[in-house]
């Protein structure tokens, strides 16, 4: 059993820069994803960025591939999100995925991941 919590969102304006963080409390073995997935009002969750946990391999959505980076640290069961240049369509509420088996899944696909944090909200204004 995994849980998640996200912390670090906020308001900056466009151009600005924010950095998430998702910290796993329980074990995270080597053949565990954790995922980040945005929400805006009225809209679907939508992927943004993944990683494996034992050879962190990185994959991200094309809308925020350049600008986001997405970041493991054994030590301390997190992972980060470091998100620049954001713009206005990046507000939405951000949360944390894991599933334990990266081979399993289908990355992109919310409803795939078996846990997840409550989220943590990231507004972009103009």
């Known amino acids: 059993q995994v849980q998640l919590s996200e912390s670090g969102g906020g308001q900056v304006q466009a151009g600005g820069s924010l950095r998430l963080s998702c910290t796993a409390t329980?074990?995270?073995?080597?053949?565990?994803?954790i995922s980040w997935f945005r929400q805006a009002p009225g809209k679907e969750r939508s992927f943004v960025a993944a990683?494996?946990?034992?050879?962190?391999?990185?994959t991200y959505s094309p809308s925020v591939k350049g600008r986001f980076t997405i970041t493991a640290g054994n030590a301390k069961n997190t992972v980060d999100l470091e998100m620049n240049s954001l713009n206005t369509e990046d507000t939405a509420r951000y949360y944390c995925?894991?599933?334990?088996?990266?081979?399993?899944?289908?990355?992109?696909?919310?409803?795939?991941?078996?846990?997840w944090g409550r989220g943590t909200q990231v507004t972009v204004s103009s």
């Open positions: 995925a894991a599933h334990s088996d990266s081979d399993s899944i289908r990355l992109q696909v919310s409803s795939q991941y078996d846990y």
């Open positions: 990683i494996t946990w034992g050879q962190r391999r990185t």
């Open positions: 329980g074990r995270v073995y080597s053949t565990y994803v």
